[in-house]
């Protein structure tokens, strides 16, 4: 019996792999294995968007996260890399959907919004939940404090990472990127916190742009890993809860669980993402 959910997925991984090449969609419903006459009902019905409609959405999320993060592209780069031949096209394409210019949208991302006009649904992967116990010695941190909607982390990422630049004492490729939540995002989005953390091997000299100095306690932590969408983490996290904790008869500590990311949103296409998620023990 077919397996809808996992040739969606396959699919979906399919076009975000060949986001630079001219995708057909007569190639990509053969590629699934599904009838013709209801391949594109049976998309929709896991992604919420159409084939033409998803090519799209990739294609202009890999755009906004170049146009933030990659600031040494130029937008016309980025524009031939979404499939446009002139800034002009892209530029008003990118405005019909985000409802701010390239250029707008690099000096002041609306992040919240654009979360709203880029969504789409991604089928949950069938992996199994391995979670391993590890023993970790004390790191000291520096960190930037999110107080606020989930939506609006991605502001406070860009503002820790320009940080980590410009001062160099947390190398983004040399150090270890950890997200620290401090609720469920779910509860109580308008007062969530979420703090944006990098290794340091040395005491902050001062205090600037709110960085502040912290630290991951030592001791034994519960570490599962998940590969794909950052959407998917909370269920990680209420896996370990509902269920690790109780099959082996664990007790978390007085500490946040926490995210170590391995590669960027930004670098990667959104199913290569890999996290750690780390839960300190009693």
Same mark, same amino acid.
């Given at each position: 019996?077919?397996?809808?959910?996992?040739?969606?997925?396959?699919?979906?991984?399919?076009?975000?792999?060949?986001?630079?090449?001219?995708?057909?969609?007569?190639?990509?419903?053969?590629?699934?294995?599904?009838?013709?006459?209801?391949?594109?009902?049976?998309?929709?019905?896991?992604?919420?968007?159409?084939?033409?409609?998803?090519?799209?959405?990739?294609?202009?999320?890999?755009?906004?996260?170049?146009?933030?993060?990659?600031?040494?592209?130029?937008?016309?780069?980025?524009?031939?890399?979404?499939?446009?031949?002139?800034?002009?096209?892209?530029?008003?394409?990118?405005?019909?959907?985000?409802?701010?210019?390239?250029?707008?949208?690099?000096?002041?991302?609306?992040?919240?919004?654009?979360?709203?006009?880029?969504?789409?649904?991604?089928?949950?992967?069938?992996?199994?939940?391995?979670?391993?116990?590890?023993?970790?010695?004390?790191?000291?941190?520096?960190?930037?404090?999110?107080?606020?909607?989930?939506?609006?982390?991605?502001?406070?990422?860009?503002?820790?990472?320009?940080?980590?630049?410009?001062?160099?004492?947390?190398?983004?490729?040399?150090?270890?990127?950890?997200?620290?939540?401090?609720?469920?995002?779910?509860?109580?989005?308008?007062?969530?916190?979420?703090?944006?953390?990098?290794?340091?091997?040395?005491?902050?000299? +001062? *205090?600037? #742009? $709110?960085?502040?100095?912290? /630290?991951?306690?030592?001791?034994?932590?519960?570490? &599962?890993?998940?590969?794909?969408?950052?959407?998917?983490?909370?269920?990680?996290?209420?896996?370990?809860?509902?269920?690790?904790?109780?099959?082996?008869?664990?007790?978390?500590?007085?500490?946040?669980?926490?995210?170590?990311?391995? +590669? *960027?949103? #930004? $670098?990667?296409?959104?199913? /290569?993402?890999?996290?750690?998620?780390?839960?300190? &023990?009693?």
């Amino acid at each position: 019996m077919m397996n809808y959910e996992q040739q969606i997925q396959q699919i979906s991984d399919y076009i975000q792999f060949h986001l630079d090449e001219k995708l057909d969609i007569e190639a990509i419903y053969q590629l699934s294995g599904f009838s013709k006459f209801h391949f594109h009902r049976i998309f929709s019905a896991y992604t919420g968007v159409s084939v033409t409609r998803f090519i799209v959405l990739c294609r202009f999320k890999r755009a906004s996260y170049q146009l933030a993060f990659h600031l040494q592209m130029n937008i016309l780069e980025i524009a031939i890399d979404a499939g446009f031949e002139s800034h002009e096209a892209f530029t008003r394409a990118f405005k019909k959907l985000t409802g701010q210019t390239p250029s707008e949208f690099r000096s002041a991302p609306h992040w919240q919004n654009w979360h709203h006009k880029l969504h789409y649904n991604l089928p949950r992967r069938n992996t199994m939940m391995n979670v391993d116990i590890i023993q970790r010695k004390s790191e000291k941190i520096a960190y930037l404090t999110h107080q606020g909607h989930p939506q609006k982390v991605l502001e406070t990422a860009n503002h820790f990472m320009i940080w980590r630049k410009e001062t160099g004492l947390s190398p983004i490729k040399s150090s270890h990127t950890y997200g620290i939540p401090y609720s469920d995002p779910l509860e109580d989005p308008e007062n969530f916190r979420f703090d944006i953390a990098g290794s340091i091997t040395q005491d902050l000299p +001062n *205090f600037t #742009h $709110e960085i502040a100095q912290g /630290e991951i306690p030592a001791g034994r932590y519960a570490k &599962l890993t998940h590969i794909g969408s950052h959407n998917e983490l909370n269920e990680c996290i209420y896996y370990l809860y509902r269920q690790w904790l109780n099959e082996y008869q664990e007790e978390a500590a007085d500490f946040p669980v926490f995210f170590q990311y391995h +590669n *960027f949103i #930004h $670098e990667v296409p959104e199913h /290569e993402l890999m996290t750690d998620i780390l839960l300190l &023990l009693k």
